[in-house]
């Protein structure tokens, strides 16, 4: 088992940064992939941003140049640095990682951390 705790969320100002960070524990050995996902209300949650054990990255278009996911595998902890934010930011975001069990992958999540941008 894998466990996920994010922190960082908060009401800011659109524009305005955060750092939202992700703590894994358990069983983390080769954490395949982790990423940040997110879910605002009435609509489905969706992939803000991704990053392999390789260090490769897939971001959502929405999110190019403004955030940066990145993660310090000596820590076991995921970050997202979220610059210039807006409005539509506003979700609760999840951690999320995927690890390879040799037949099958395992996906898990964190509770989730609420982010809200008023513009």
């Known amino acids: 088992q894998v466990q996920l705790v994010e922190s960082g969320g908060g009401l800011v100002q659109a524009g305005e940064s955060l750092r939202l960070s992700c703590a894994a524990s358990g069983n983390i050995f080769r954490i395949d992939i982790m990423g940040w996902y997110r879910q605002a209300p009435g609509k489905q949650r969706e992939l803000v941003a991704r990053?392999?054990?390789?260090?490769?990255?897939i971001y959502a278009d929405s999110v190019k140049g403004r955030f940066t996911i990145s993660r310090d595998n000596a820590k076991n902890t995921l970050y997202l640095q979220m610059n210039s934010l807006k409005s539509e930011d506003t979700a609760v975001y999840y951690c999320?990682?995927?690890?390879?069990?040799?037949?099958?992958?395992?996906?898990?999540w964190g509770q989730g951390t609420q982010v809200t941008v008023s513009s």
């Open positions: 990053i392999t054990s390789g260090g490769n990255t």
């Open positions: 999320n990682a995927e690890k390879w069990y040799g037949s099958a992958w395992q996906t898990y």
